[in-house]
């Protein structure tokens, strides 16, 4: 049973960057379509991107096309999302997320396995 634990956020500025892992452990990832998910106060948790189990395929939400770039090593088992060109609405609670149900579900309820999330704050 995998377990995924999140790291790399922080305090930002508005058009600055940020790196986000996570690092798999009790298992691999490499066996999992991974995903990142957000969750800004009082909002409902949503579908950042996903990535393929390979890293070949990537799929983002419009919001943040352009801007945050989902890659994974399995060597390392860790998934990362490098965030780019922050905004204040993107400051969020930031969970990683797997499943083995394939690639390109957007909905939290397609991922079985999740870990406890990073706060992302953006300053304006």
């Known amino acids: 049973q995998v377990q995924l634990v999140e790291s790399g956020g922080g305090l930002v500025q508005a058009g600055g960057s940020l790196r986000l892992s996570c690092a798999a452990s009790g298992g691999t990832p490499s066996p999992y379509y991974m995903a990142w998910f957000r969750q800004a106060p009082g909002k409902e948790r949503e579908f950042v991107g996903c990535i393929s189990r390979s890293g070949g395929n990537t799929y983002y939400v419009d919001s943040v096309k352009g801007r945050f770039t989902i890659s994974r090593d399995n060597a390392k088992n860790t998934v990362y999302l490098q965030m780019n060109s922050l905004k204040p609405e993107d400051t969020a609670v930031y969970y990683c997320?797997?499943?083995?149900?394939?690639?390109?579900?957007?909905?939290?309820?397609?991922?079985?396995?999740w870990g406890q999330g990073t706060q992302v704050t953006v300053s304006s």
């Open positions: 997320a797997a499943t083995s149900r394939g690639f390109g579900y957007v909905r939290s309820n397609d991922y079985t396995h």
